[in-house]
């Protein structure tokens, strides 16, 4: 069992930046692959960044290509999303995962692969 704690979130106005972490307890955090999540209101959840265990491989999802950075310690069992030159358009719940199955490089981009969620954590960007 991986239980995971976000944290972080808050409202910003447009141009400002947030950094969201997470914290992971159980099993072995550089094992498994992680990653951001979010669902913005009345529409499906939309993969943000993922990172391999090791961090030899890091994507993101084109809309935050230059302002998001992913990153992860395992040594603290924590993954983190610095969000920069944020826009109304990124308000959404965000979620951390993790992918237990992905024991090495490469990271998948559906939620349908992780295994453990986070509660989320609300994030506003006003106008």
């Known amino acids: 069992q991986v239980q995971l704690v976000e944290s972080g979130g808050g409202r910003v106005q447009a141009g400002g930046s947030l950094r969201l972490s997470c914290a992971a307890s159980?099993?072995?955090?550089?094992?498994?692959?992680m990653g951001w999540f979010r669902r913005a209101p009345g529409k499906s959840r939309e993969f943000v960044a993922g990172?391999?265990?090791?961090?030899?491989?890091?994507t993101y999802t084109d809309s935050v290509k230059g302002r998001f950075t992913i990153s992860r310690a395992n040594a603290e069992n924590t993954v983190s999303l610095q969000m920069n030159t944020l826009k109304p358009e990124d308000t959404a719940v965000y979620y951390c995962?993790?992918?237990?199955?992905?024991?090495?490089?490469?990271?998948?981009?559906?939620?349908?692969?992780?295994?453990?969620w986070g509660q989320g954590t609300q994030v506003t960007v006003s106008s």
């Open positions: 995962a993790a992918d237990v199955s992905r024991t090495g490089v490469g990271v998948s981009t559906s939620g349908y692969n992780y295994d453990y």
């Open positions: 990172i391999s265990g090791y961090s030899n491989t890091i």
């Open positions: 159980g099993g072995t955090f550089s094992n498994y692959a």
